[in-house]
């Protein structure tokens, strides 16, 4: 029982690249997120999808993008990296927004 | 937007000590969520609170949700060193679909 996995879970890359981090459930929930948490501003909500081919802004959405082909996975792709996305990164899962599961976290590196 | 904040921002307190974390938003709220984070994990899911003036306890762990639905608390009775991390409200905005959290009490033991 895997549950919710991220890959991967460490990466480094340089401003400009464009870098995408992976986010897969097991459990069939309906709802996933994207949220990055950065030292002294706690979880903010990058993007949501409440089932599959449907997705919505969080409150920092700029420079990312997401897309929900299959309701078990949520990739988040960053266009173009700025040092500003230096950030760890968590997806979540839930069957409403009530409860959210989150995955192991991904910590991502802008050089 | 609706703001959730978080006092204190840092707890340090000697084994056995008592330690409380308020919340507090800026709206109503449907639903109150505790999650807690240990040091390098990902936030996990703690108890949800939904009616007025609800008190829930898990073992040493007492939450409550005010009276007006927009703060509630949480209490853990004689730390422990399994108690360190960072304790996270969250409640969701209108409508239901996104969570807003709150700032985030970092728990420290002294042994």
């Known amino acids: 029982d895997a549950g919710i996995t991220q890959s991967p879970r460490y990466k480094i890359t340089e401003t400009g690249r464009q870098v995408t981090l992976m986010c897969h459930q097991t459990?069939?929930?309906?709802?996933m997120f994207w949220y990055r948490q950065d030292l002294g501003h706690g979880l903010r909500l990058i993007y949501y999808s409440a089932a599959a081919d449907i997705t919505d802004k969080g409150e920092v959405s700029d420079g990312y993008v997401v897309s929900r082909s299959k309701t078990e996975n949520f990739p988040l792709t960053l266009e173009s990296a700025t040092r500003s996305q230096t950030s760890v990164y968590f997806c979540?899962?839930?069957?409403?927004?009530?409860?959210?599961?989150f995955g192991p976290g991904t910590r991502l590196t802008v050089l | 937007g609706q703001q959730v904040m978080q006092i204190p921002q840092y707890q340090h307190v000697q084994e056995g000590e008592d330690f409380t974390t308020y919340c507090n938003s800026s709206t109503t709220l449907s639903n109150i969520q505790w999650y807690k984070q240990r040091p390098g994990g990902h936030p996990v899911f703690l108890i949800q609170l939904v009616k007025s003036g609800e008190v829930k306890k898990q073992k040493r762990l007492t939450f409550q949700f005010g009276e007006a639905k927009k703060n509630s608390s949480l209490h853990i009775t004689a730390t422990q060193t399994t108690d360190v991390g960072t304790y996270f409200c969250a409640g969701p905005n209108f409508g239901n679909e996104k969570l807003t959290f709150g700032t985030g009490t970092r728990l420290t033991i002294i042994p």
């Open positions: 979540a899962s839930g069957l409403l927004t009530d409860t959210q599961y």
């Open positions: 459990w069939s929930h309906s709802y």
